[in-house]
């Protein structure tokens, strides 16, 4: 189903951190969203998510718009978003985690299907399911963050950063599983700190600055981009 998002405009009090930004992730495709910190990935993000009511432009899904919808309700729709920060209940098992990411489904059959297939994705949580998700690596806790996503049965799925502060092995994990999620049918928009690993990953990519886009296209492309490897990729 495609997310498209028209002249988005989004900010903090007075200061409006996104000035008409458009994108669109299509059916089946992972979209990296780059630029530097405070370029307004995060508050894009948001904005989409509902966790940010935009004050103009336009968010659908599939056609049915999401701009003013509760939070709650656009992840019954099929948009879920994995928070910068993991933000996990650290008190509470890693089964019980999971649970709540499927707090808005009512199908159990369903239900038991997703939990199975994050099982497959992630081993290391079938294998610690009573243990507390605050007492979990790093890594695992991401790994715990993005079942969770999971669990709602999304149609698209927001990242945010993450592969923030793991070390490169967990990265290639996090990553790999983000592959296998898309291949499974769920389309993907990712901002991620490491922009190379993001354009290998990517169908297509999108560049902001202070909250516009500057650059879009194919990601292959826009690894090879000068201007990109200077600004991103170190070269």
């Not at 299907?113 to 979990?136: D, K, N």
């Not at 990517?202 to 990109?228: F, S």
């Amino acid at each position: 189903m495609r997310l498209t998002v028209e002249g988005l405009r989004a900010g903090y009090g007075a200061v409006e951190a996104l000035h008409g930004v458009d994108l669109r992730v299509e059916p089946g495709e992972i979209v990296a969203l780059l630029g530097a910190n405070g370029a307004g990935k995060t508050t894009t993000l948001r904005a989409i998510s509902g966790l940010l009511r935009p004050t103009a432009g336009a968010i659908r899904l599939g056609g049915e718009p999401l701009a003013g919808v509760p939070a709650h309700a656009i992840v019954a729709r099929g948009v879920v978003q994995v928070p910068e920060g993991r933000r996990l209940f650290a008190t509470l098992t890693v089964r019980e985690n999971l649970g709540l990411g499927a707090f808005a489904r009512r199908d159990a059959a369903g239900v038991e299907a997703s939990r199975a297939f994050v099982h497959r994705l992630f081993p290391v949580l079938a294998a610690r399911e009573r243990q507390l998700a605050g007492t979990l690596s790093g890594g695992e806790q991401q790994m715990l963050a993005v079942g969770r996503a999971l669990m709602a049965d999304p149609k698209v799925l927001l990242l945010d950063e993450p592969s923030l502060g793991l070390a490169p092995i967990l990265v290639r994990t996090i990553l790999a599983a983000i592959r296998e999620v898309n291949a499974a049918g769920v389309s993907v928009l990712l901002v991620e700190q490491n922009a190379r690993a993001a354009l290998r990953l990517a169908h297509r990519a999108y560049v902001l600055v202070t909250g516009t886009v500057a650059l879009e296209g194919p990601a292959k492309e826009l690894l090879e981009d000068p201007g990109v490897k200077r600004a991103y990729l170190g070269s």
